[in-house]
């Protein structure tokens, strides 16, 4: 059971205040935050690759994690060369081009199948290649399958070029920085962005040797520049104790990955439902956690 001591008046001002001033371009994301916020909640987000291990699994797997109190869902578009990412999600990427999730329409299928049934935003994380240069990016919004675009191999440029296109539409594009950017880089990234990845390391994700201190000091960078979007954390949250500290380090959600695709490389549903439902927990305030 959770103990709740209770806001004053003040505090709770503070905290309307914040909702009703975030500037994002998706209505979908200010709703998951204002929800999160009104519960005294951060949010958790999870990447799954769309199509692993397999299209119906794929879909169960999505379905767990929502279940279990996932607030966004990161569904990566499956990519022959995901040199970003380390050795468990690149056996995802593989298993799911094996399922057939490379087909456009196959793919496409499985996204409007998660659109209709889940009740989250959905944000696509992608390569260039496969998500902008082949045009992917526009199917999902012109279907109105996504509310926010995440992509890792894009210069700042190219992401600010495709927020300006794809803005008006009701979806943001994630803008990305680590503990090595200096002051003025960060003030840079920062600049017109709706939403920031605070990435806790440099290199590929779900290495088991990163650590992620100084998560908090980071957040403190980015706070000053990005008063009125969202701040979100992620690289290296493979536990439950991991998410909870990047949330006391005042992030507004924290971003897992790795360790939910090799659940799914097992075939672990139940497990997936339990670690999800763990993480979760690590996200309440304070004020309620018991």
């Known amino acids: 059971m959770h103990r709740h001591r209770g806001r004053s008046n003040a505090e709770a001002g503070t905290w309307k205040f914040m909702i009703r001033t975030l500037k994002l371009h998706s209505p979908f994301n200010v709703e998951a935050y204002r929800t999160a916020k009104e519960r005294e909640e951060a949010l958790l987000l999870g990447y ?12 169960e797997m999505i379905q767990a994690s929502v279940l279990a109190g996932m607030d966004i869902i990161e569904l990566g578009v499956p990519s022959p060369d995901p040199f970003i990412d380390g050795e468990v999600i690149k056996r995802a990427h593989k298993r799911a081009l094996e399922a057939g999730a490379a087909a456009s329409e196959g793919l496409l ?21 496969e998500l902008v240069e082949e045009g992917l990016y526009r199917r999902l919004i012109e279907e109105k399958l996504i509310d926010a675009l995440v992509l890792p191999d894009c210069s700042l440029e190219e992401q600010i070029r ?11 594009v994630i803008r990305f920085i680590n503990s090595g950017m200096d002051e003025a880089t960060i003030r840079e990234v920062c600049d017109g962005a709706t939403i920031i990845y605070a990435q806790s390391y440099s290199g590929t994700t779900g290495d088991p040797m990163a650590s992620v201190q100084g998560l908090a000091a980071l957040c403190g960078r980015i706070r000053p520049h990005l008063p009125h ?36 490389e097992n075939r672990e549903k139940d497990y997936l439902y339990r670690l999800v439902a763990e993480m979760k927990l690590e996200t309440l305030g304070s004020s309620t956690r018991g």
């Open 162 to 172: 495709i927020q300006e296109e794809v803005g008006p539409t009701g979806v943001d």
């Open 109 to 129: 299928d499985l996204w409007r199948r998660v659109r209709r049934d889940v009740s989250r935003p959905i944000w696509a994380m992608g390569y260039r290649n």
């Open 229 to 264: 979007g969202l701040v979100v954390a992620g690289f290296g949250l493979r536990s439950p104790e991991l998410v909870g500290q990047a949330i006391r380090g005042g992030f507004d959600g924290a971003v897992v990955g790795s360790v939910l695709v090799s659940r799914s």
């Open 48 to 59: 799954l690759v769309a199509g692993d291990p397999a299209i119906e699994e794929s879909y």
